[in-house]
């Protein structure tokens, strides 16, 4: 069994409650339950942190193991040179994914630290861009 692990970053414990005309109305759990159940033949992972760091410590721990991480770092993707490197040492590959189309948001979100060293980017499909990652690593 493949073993992927979502990681999500800051306020995305807020999925649902934050900004819905953005972010839709569904909670992260409710929407991990439907993946868990519609990809029931992948061990399927979550790990959110508001903490830069503990997103650093969860990519180290999973990524010389598992088969694939798929990363929203949210707002530190556009800031974070330390999770940038994190996912540049690792060999389990990483798939970047935002809700949003960031591009078509502020210039300050069309950075990524992420995007040079990932697999490739899922932007702007809403929580589907989480599904069409996990089958990219399929
Ligand atoms: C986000 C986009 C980021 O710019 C923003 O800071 C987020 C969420 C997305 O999934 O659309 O928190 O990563």
């Known amino acids: 069994m493949k073993k992927i692990i979502i990681i ?3 306020n ?3 999925l649902g409650k934050r900004e819905t005309n953005i972010y839709g109305n569904l909670t ?3 929407f991990f339950e ?3 159940e519609k990809f029931s033949d992948v061990s399927l992972e979550h790990f959110q942190s508001n903490i830069e760091g503990e997103i650093i410590n969860k990519i180290q721990d999973v990524g010389f193991e598992y088969d694939g991480i798929i990363l929203n770092s949210a707002a530190y993707t556009h800031t974070s040179v330390g999770i940038g490197d994190a996912v540049k040492a690792i060999t389990t590959p990483v798939v970047e994914v935002h809700i949003s189309n960031t591009f078509s948001r502020e210039d300050f979100r069309h950075k990524s630290y ?3 060293n990932a697999k490739g980017v899922i932007v702007g499909f809403g929580l589907q861009s989480y ?3 996990i089958q990219s690593l399929l």
């Open 34 to 36: 439907m993946i868990t």
């Open 114 to 116: 992420i995007s040079p």
């Open 12 to 14: 995305l414990n807020l």
């Open 8 to 10: 999500n970053g800051p």
């Open 131 to 133: 599904e069409l990652a």
């Open 28 to 30: 992260f759990n409710e």
